[in-house]
């Protein structure tokens, strides 16, 4: 599959000199490859994915001159093939590495845990900077209320996945959604531009400065509640540091609720892509604690 990905990249740039490359298992959506060490190619692995890409691509375009820190910088693209194996984007890779859980952990200056957090705050603030009129109007991007996206979400889960879920963990589920959507708040939440998949694979940084180096994978990114990214800091990290981030987002204390319930949901949405894409890696993966 990667020497047909790389038959693609040379058929589209012919003067591109490809020297080596790597296939990089991390990817849910896309199969990425690393090429020559020092770029990044992703292939959506399903066609809905391909527009996804395209729309990533224009946000990406869109929010460069925004962001402070490195961001992919798509400047190799193909849409012309709107067909798996056909599309692509490729862009430099960026200096760093993702900050897991424990890599946070090791860090044992509590003023440099403090400054991870106002950096992470930050940079959301400039995602988050992108206003509903302006993403709708300047990047085209469709305006689907939280509210409704969790009731369709909601509806998924009950249709596909309660047939492999235990009745106790059925009730719970329901308790919270129906808690989350008949809250008279929700209904009148402000949407920004959001990253959409803000957890640790996507955020990189430099071990030896302990400063965050670049943001990746804005596939997810759209119009939505600010606290979805939040609940990205909260599920990869854990309170402690989540805390840390939320005392210094303004009005944090206004949305924890609001991201406790998006991080319930994590599990279950991978469950659900798995089960839709015949993914059973996913599937296995966001349902083991249901069962």
């Known amino acids: 599959m990667s020497r047909n990905y790389i038959e693609t990249i040379q058929q589209v740039y012919p003067d591109l000199s490809i020297e080596n490359f790597q296939s990089i298992d991390i990817g849910q959506n896309n199969d990425v490859l690393v090429v020559n060490k020092t770029m990044v190619f992703r292939f959506p692995k399903y066609k809905k994915g391909i527009i996804r890409l395209r729309r990533e691509t ?11 820190v490195p961001i992919p910088n798509p400047i190799y693209h193909s849409f ?5 194996g056909k599309v692509f984007t490729g862009y430099n890779r960026i ?11 090791g860090v044992k200056s509590v003023e440099l845990i403090k400054g991870l957090a106002s950096q992470l705050v930050s940079i959301l603030l400039e995602i988050h900077s992108v206003s509903e009129e302006k993403a709708s109007s300047e990047l085209k991007l469709k305006v689907s209320h ?4 969790m009731s369709i979400l909601y509806e998924k889960i009950q249709n596909n996945l309660f047939l492999y879920i235990r009745k106790e963990a059925q009730i719970e589920i329901t308790k919270s959604f129906k808690t989350f959507l008949d809250r008279e708040a929700c209904s009148n939440l402000e949407v ?6 803000f957890g640790a694979s996507n955020i990189l940084w430099n071990p030896d400065t302990n400063r965050i180096s670049g943001i990746i994978d ?3 990114s759209c119009l939505g509640d600010p606290a979805y990214d939040l609940a990205g ?12 981030c939320i005392n210094l987002y303004p009005n944090g204390n206004q ?7 998006y991080k319930s949901t994590f599990a279950l949405q991978e469950a659900l892509h798995g089960y839709e894409n015949n993914d059973n890696q996913a599937f296995e993966s966001g349902i083991k604690d249901y069962r």
């Open 58 to 68: 224009e946000i990406l375009k869109y929010i460069k001159s925004i962001i402070s």
């Open 80 to 84: 012309e093939e709107m067909e798996t």
């Open 95 to 105: 200096d760093g590495v993702p900050m897991w859980r424990e890599h946070l952990a």
């Open 146 to 149: 939280p509210k409704e996206e």
């Open 192 to 197: 920004t531009l959001i990253h959409g998949d």
């Open 218 to 220: 804005f596939g997810s």
């Open 233 to 244: 800091i909260l599920s990869s990290y854990g309170k402690d540091f989540f805390d840390m």
């Open 255 to 261: 949305i924890c609720e609001r991201v406790k319930f």
